[in-house]
């Protein structure tokens, strides 16, 4: 969607200019060309080398540099791309924008442009729920302006609350909804009629949305591991530490999804703004699907048991001096990936599923896709030289109809990120 689209960047000077950086990124290696216009206060957190080894195209911010001006005017610049994005969109950069002043190379830029412009905006808290803040953006809206964000969250300054830039991968669903004509420009009571779009919570601006596409999308996530009891004292389970589980139910969320999360025993938190069901063994999180059915996507990152013990014994099993350990009889679990594959009327529109494995990654993935039935499926190694069991990255595999794709070795909420935004644009 993004090939051969030319995205001109404009970086504005706060601490989430670095995120600039992995957004280059992305958008390159959906072929989009990119080049940057860096402000003199966005300079002070990325240095132009940076954004030009990223873009591989020359940065620019002197707006009275004979070289540029007469190599790439400031008017030129500013129309031959196809869309403008502004981030980090700060508190300065929108009132300057808003008051339509030309007092740099990126206002100017801003300024001259026929072309559409998408604003990220990041900024202490206090500073985005300004009744001023909030005149400037809803003025922009009103005049066509795009808006990704502002997330809420932990700030740099230990605050906490919306004013955090959107993720890079937000950002790049926002501009492919662009150029897909989901996310358009106009008057704020026009723009807060589909449901790709909602006013973020405690802001009084109409103008400030953030680019939702799974709203109104059931979703279903399982994770963590499951707990098959041997007797009271003792069970049968494994290292799943629920990590990437519950990273895409928070990118799900994040997306509008209106998620479950059916979760194993497990340590981290739970993902905001999430419906969370906690369950010990595979009969239990195969009954919570269920309750939780019918759903437009259904997700079972969940490391379930293969099998669970026959009898479980209902009091300690004592070992006795000689004697041998007891015998244990096992009987497969109930298979909750194939079951939600299966045919039928609350069948979810996509399955996903994972595929932990230890050796042949992709072919047995390949082959787990079409025995369970499911649409989709990520792949990982799970061996211990790996440490994806409870470590915080994960390197994957996306197996589909159309073959096996291998994601660079990321973090685990960058890999339930690209992640959801795979599932909007299926549903897109």
């Given at each position: 969607?993004?090939?051969?689209?030319?995205?001109?960047?404009?970086?504005?000077?706060?601490?989430?200019?670095?995120?600039?950086?992995?957004?280059?990124?992305?958008?390159r290696?959906?072929?989009?060309?990119?080049?940057?216009?860096?402000?003199?206060?966005?300079?002070?957190?990325?240095t132009?080398?940076?954004?030009?080894?990223?873009?591989?195209?020359?940065?620019?911010?002197?707006?009275?540099?004979?070289?540029?001006?007469?190599?790439?005017?400031?008017?030129?610049?500013?129309?031959?791309?196809?869309?403008?994005?502004?981030?980090?969109?700060?508190?300065?950069?929108?009132?300057?924008?808003?008051?339509?002043?030309?007092?740099?190379?990126?206002?100017?830029v801003?300024?001259?442009?026929?072309?559409?412009?998408?604003?990220?905006?990041?900024?202490?808290?206090?500073?985005?729920?300004?009744?001023?803040?909030?005149?400037?953006?809803?003025?922009?809206?009103?005049?066509?302006?795009?808006?990704?964000?502002?997330?809420a969250?932990?700030?740099?300054?230990?605050?906490h609350?919306?004013?955090?830039?959107?993720?890079?991968?937000?950002?790049?669903?926002?501009?492919?909804?662009?150029?897909?004509?989901?996310?358009?420009?106009?008057?704020?009571?026009?723009?807060?009629?589909?449901?790709?779009?909602?006013e973020?919570?405690?802001?009084r601006?109409?103008?400030?949305?953030?680019?939702?596409?799974?709203?109104?999308?059931?979703?279903?996530?399982?994770?963590g591991?499951?707990?098959?009891?041997?007797?009271?004292?003792?069970?049968?389970?494994?290292?799943?530490?629920?990590?990437?589980?519950?990273?895409?139910?928070?990118?799900?969320?994040?997306?509008?999804?209106?998620?479950?999360?059916?979760?194993?025993?497990?340590?981290?938190?739970?993902?905001?703004?999430?419906?969370?069901?906690?369950?010990?063994s595979?009969?239990?999180?195969?009954?919570?699907?269920?309750?939780?059915?019918?759903?437009?996507?259904?997700?079972?990152?969940?490391?379930?048991?293969d099998?669970?013990?026959?009898?479980?014994?209902?009091?300690?099993?004592?070992?006795?001096?000689?004697?041998?350990?007891?015998?244990?009889?096992?009987?497969?679990?109930?298979?909750?990936?194939?079951?939600?594959?299966?045919?039928?009327?609350?069948?979810?529109?996509?399955?996903?599923?994972?595929?932990?494995?230890?050796?042949?990654?992709?072919?047995?993935?390949?082959?787990?896709?079409?025995?369970?039935?499911?649409?989709?499926?990520?792949?990982?190694?799970?061996?211990?030289?790996?440490?994806?069991?409870?470590?915080?990255?994960?390197?994957?595999?996306?197996?589909?109809?159309?073959?096996?794709?291998?994601?660079?070795?990321?973090?685990?909420?960058?890999?339930?990120?690209?992640?959801?935004?795979?599932?909007?644009?299926?549903?897109?």
């Open positions: 969607m993004l090939r051969d689209k030319r995205i001109l960047l404009i970086v504005g000077g706060g601490i989430a200019a670095f995120k600039c950086l992995d957004l280059i990124r992305r958008l290696e959906r072929g989009a060309a990119v080049r940057c216009v860096l402000t003199e206060s966005a300079a002070k957190f990325v132009p080398l940076s954004l030009q080894a990223l873009s591989e195209d020359r940065v620019y911010g002197d707006m009275f540099s004979l070289t540029d001006e007469s190599e790439m005017g400031h008017i030129q610049l500013s129309r031959q791309a196809d869309l403008l994005v502004v981030a980090p969109a700060t508190a300065n950069l929108l009132a300057r924008m808003a008051g339509g002043m030309a007092d740099d190379l990126a206002a100017t801003l300024l001259a442009t026929d072309k559409p412009v998408l604003a990220a905006p990041a900024m202490n808290v206090r500073m985005w729920l300004h009744p001023a803040t909030q005149a400037n953006v809803g003025l922009l809206g009103a005049r066509g302006t795009m808006f990704v964000g502002p997330n969250g932990a700030m740099a300054c230990n605050e609350g919306p004013g955090r830039m959107a993720e890079p991968l937000e950002i790049v669903a926002a501009i492919e909804s662009i150029f897909a004509g989901k996310l358009t420009a106009g008057p704020p009571q026009a723009r807060l009629a589909g449901p790709d779009t909602i973020l919570p405690g802001t601006s109409e103008g400030a949305l953030t680019h939702r596409p799974l709203a109104g999308r059931k979703a279903l996530v399982t994770s591991p499951t707990r098959e009891a041997i007797d009271p004292v003792r069970y049968i389970s494994n290292h799943s530490s629920g990590k990437q589980g519950h990273a895409i139910a928070r990118a799900l969320a994040a997306l509008g999804a209106d998620v479950t999360l059916v979760s194993g025993p497990v340590a981290v938190a739970d993902p905001p703004g999430v419906r969370v069901v906690r369950v010990e595979a009969d239990q999180m195969l009954a919570a699907c269920r309750d939780a059915s019918p759903v437009d996507i259904a997700v079972c990152a969940a490391a379930v048991a099998w669970k013990v026959a009898n479980t014994a209902d009091a300690k099993l004592k070992k006795a001096p000689g004697a041998k350990p007891p015998a244990i009889d096992l009987v497969p679990n109930p298979d909750i990936l194939a079951t939600l594959s299966a045919p039928g009327p609350d069948r979810p529109a996509l399955v996903i599923g994972f595929a932990a494995e230890t050796e042949n990654v992709v072919a047995n993935a390949i082959a787990k896709r079409a025995r369970k039935g499911c649409d989709w499926i990520l792949a990982n190694d799970v061996s211990p030289a790996t440490g994806t069991f409870g470590g915080d990255d994960n390197t994957v595999h996306l197996v589909t109809t159309e073959g096996a794709e291998a994601w660079p070795p990321q973090s685990k909420d960058a890999v339930a990120r690209e992640l959801a935004r795979r599932v909007a644009a299926r549903f897109a």
